[in-house]
Each structure stands twice: as C-alpha cells, then as structure tokens.
C-alpha cells in the first residue's frame, strides 16, 4: 500500500508543459500536493462556473489531482492510526483490518467520498485508473469485502436477494396486446437483416454467458455491497417517479443507503422513488464491468437515419462512435423512463427483475407533442409532453393526436435484451427492483 501511495503522490507533484493541468496558475500548483483542502474549494467554485462541457479541462484536473492527494493523506493517517491502536492491543502492526470497531474509524468512507467526488464532480479528468487503483488496494489491504463491520442483527442489507415478488404485488402489470417481435438469439446475419426493417425486437436468452447473471450475480445485493467497497462508493440518483415530474430532483449519495433507502424495502411510493438512471456505473467501477459483455449486435452496421419530414425522428445524425456508450439504470418499482427518443441505436439489457416498455415509430412524432427549450436552455425536444399511462380521457382533452398513434410493447425480463432502433419513441415503466444496461451504438 505505502509504495502505491509514494508512486501515486509523486505522479500528482510534477507535470510537465505538454500537461494540460499546467494552464492553471502556478501557484495553484505548487499548494495541491500539500494543500488540498483549499485548491478542492477553489476548483469546485470553477466547476460551478461554467457549464460542465465548457469547464477548462485544468480546473477538473486540478480538483481531482487535489482529491487524490487529500485522498493519499487520509489513507496514511488511518493506517498509522491502526497499527497504533493494534500494537496498543497486543495485535501487531502492519496489516490493518475493519474487522475491530477500534482501529476501523471513519476515515475509510473519507477517502471513498473524496475519490469518488473526483469521478463524479470532474470526471476524474484522466485519473480513472489512478482512483480505482487505490480504491481496489484499500479494500484489499483492509480485508473489506462484505465483512460486517461489527456485531449486529441481520439486517436488509444481509438478505441474499432483491424483494422482486414484494415489489411486483403493487404494480400495475399490464396486459401486452401488441408485442413486440421476439426471437432467441439470432444470428449476426439474421439480426442486421432484421435492423433493415427498422423494427423493434425482444431477443431471448441473450445474457446466459454474462457472469452476473450467474456466477457473479447481481441479483444478490451482498455482491453489489462488496463490489462498492461496503456500500461506501457514491452513486448519483434522480429522486422522484420521471424527470419529467415537478418535484423531480437529484442527490449524490452512499451505494448503501441507496439500497437501504429505495431498493430493499420492496415497496415505494412516486415520493419516495429513487433512480440510478443512465449513469456510466462501469467507468466508475470497472470491477462490474467484468461481469458482463458488450453484446456482438453492438459490432454490426446500422442502416442509416431516414431523412427527417414533417414528421421527424425526433433524432438528429450524430458523430460515429468510437465504441458502444454503456450505461447502468437500477432503482425499485414504479421508476418511470418518459416517452422519449434517443439519438443511438440501443440494445437494453435486464439483469434483474422486470420492466413495461411501449415503443412508437419514429414516423408517428407528430402525435407525440415533444417538448421544447425549457429553463436553463436544455433541449427536450426528444422527451413528450404525454403520459403515456394517464387516463385515455386526460390524454384526448390535452392530446387528442396522441390517440391516434399505433405502438408495440413487452415485458422486458431477466436475460432478455430489446433492440430499440434510433428514432424510436419508447416509454418505461420498472415493474419490479429493477438492474438493466443500455448499450449505445451506431
């Protein structure tokens, strides 16, 4: 641990001129490696400053250099601190544990806010790898893993899977009338084939080779605590049934108190729903992205985007991707993934518990009522204004054209994928404790 620590702080102290860090002031520079309370403070009112896409890639480099290096004096600090307090009982020093409430402390979950603000406050700025390193090294040399940290009652937290059945007996399971086209993992041939027609498609038993869906499951929540260090990682989340609701909100807060708060009750309220939706999980945590796999689909060649007419596709072109955009979405029941489209091809993958999706053709935009430029100037032009699931005489008083318009539907389950061509207007709506990722492609 203690050379990882030397290395990691001698690559925060010295840049040179083709660095893009060194555009900030030198005399912020020369404080982040001793002082980085203060340079934290003032890169944060810069991140503030400007739109993020805009931020100067230095500042961000400077906040998350500046958290690596609060980071690194934590680690040193709470190790001395544990080998202190061993050798005080007679335990030996030199290989701290959390397993003793008397050397453990807090500073651990110190440390994991620190890193995992970097990450998501500034995008880690090319320190990804530096993070996970001391992030893995820490839970190695401590003996983390899904240890208790003390004597306690089993808790929800120990149960050894998702309240699937509990969250399922309050939904509103609809009935399917129009399904979408289903086949069981098709060959390449046969699925860009298929991708000419421009048409949905459930694919079956897709997701049996994907590690977390058997022996690295996640299904059991004791697997996810342990691959976010105990719960401590921080993870984003929308707050709230659909971010297109009033009282929609956001929050940072721990992996565990997610889970405890929104997920393992099993029961949840449009009050009380919260989202970890469309967030790169994986670049975070790359320890879950060994878990699963890129589907091949994701290689093949997508017809191109139809000329927009009146009607529109409710997409514009978009610049081609140098890979597939991952993307994890986890929250309880009742979270709701409004009528919009997206600007890729998207292949959605379940991994736990069961989803509601209704698709529309792009051809049919006309009927949707998309929103515009609302606050801020955000662009919503790809989101709806309709409900898809109000009542059929709220949506003829306010959108009468929206009755007019054809779908098809499914029921998404666990270790199946549905093929969502770009252009096409989907609406979703979890039915259970649900896990899915999302592969963008084009």
Not at 201 to 215: D, F, G, T
Not at 341 to 360: A, E, F, M, S
Request: hydrophobic content about 40%; aromatic content about 10%; proline content about 7%.
């Amino acid at each position: 641990m203690q050379s990882l620590l030397d290395k990691t702080h001698a690559a925060i102290s010295s840049w040179d001129r083709s660095d893009l860090i060194s555009e900030c002031p030198a005399s912020v520079l020369a404080l982040l490696p001793s002082t980085p309370d203060p340079i934290i403070a003032l890169a944060h009112t810069k991140l503030h400053t400007f739109p993020f896409a805009s931020v100067p890639i230095c500042w961000r480099r400077v906040y998350t250099d500046a958290s690596i290096a609060k980071a690194i004096g934590l680690i040193r600090t709470g190790l001395e601190d544990c080998d202190r307090s061993q050798q005080k009982n007679g335990l030996g020093g030199g290989n701290a544990t959390l397993n003793d409430d008397k050397v453990e402390g807090e500073w651990v979950d110190v440390v994991v806010k620190v890193l995992d603000m970097a990450a998501i406050m500034a995008g880690a700025a090319g320190r990804e790898q530096m993070i996970e390193q001391l992030l893995s090294a820490l839970q190695s040399h401590l003996g983390e893993a899904i240890a208790p940290r003390r004597k306690r009652r089993k808790t929800q937290r120990d149960q050894d899977s998702f309240p699937i059945a509990k969250s399922m007996e309050l939904s509103r399971i609809p009935t399917i009338g129009y399904q979408v086209l289903s086949t069981t993992n098709p060959s390449m041939d046969a699925f860009e084939a298929h991708m000419r027609r421009s048409q949905p498609l459930l694919i079956r038993a897709a997701l049996n080779h994907w590690p977390a869906m058997h022996e690295r499951p996640w299904s059991n929540p004791k697997y996810l605590l342990e691959k976010t260090l105990g719960g401590r990682r921080l993870v984003p989340i929308e707050i709230g049934r659909s971010y297109t609701d009033v009282d929609w909100g956001q929050s940072i807060i721990t992996f565990k108190e997610f889970m405890e708060k929104y997920i393992m009750p099993g029961v949840s309220y449009p009050s009380n729903l919260g989202y970890l939706a469309q967030y790169d999980l994986f670049s975070q945590i790359p320890s879950l992205r060994n878990d699963i796999a890129v589907p091949d689909y994701c290689y093949t060649t997508p017809p191109p985007l139809k000329a927009s007419g009146s009607a529109g596709t409710g997409t514009l072109p978009m610049p081609q991707l140098q890979g597939p955009l991952l993307n994890a979405w986890f929250g309880p029941a009742g979270t709701v993934s409004p009528l919009h489209t997206d600007p890729y091809h998207n292949i959605l993958c379940q991994v736990v518990g069961k989803k509601y999706v209704r698709l529309y053709s792009p051809e049919q935009t006309d009927k949707f009522y998309p929103k515009g430029v609302e606050g801020g100037g955000v662009d919503m032009s790809n989101t709806s204004e309709v409900d898809v699931e109000a009542p059929a005489e709220v949506q003829s008083a306010n959108f009468p054209l929206f009755l007019q318009a054809t779908y098809v539907e499914t029921i998404l389950g666990e270790g199946e994928c549905l093929y969502i061509p770009q252009g096409w207007w989907h609406y979703i709506r979890s039915l259970s404790v649900s896990l899915s990722v999302s592969f963008w492609w084009n």
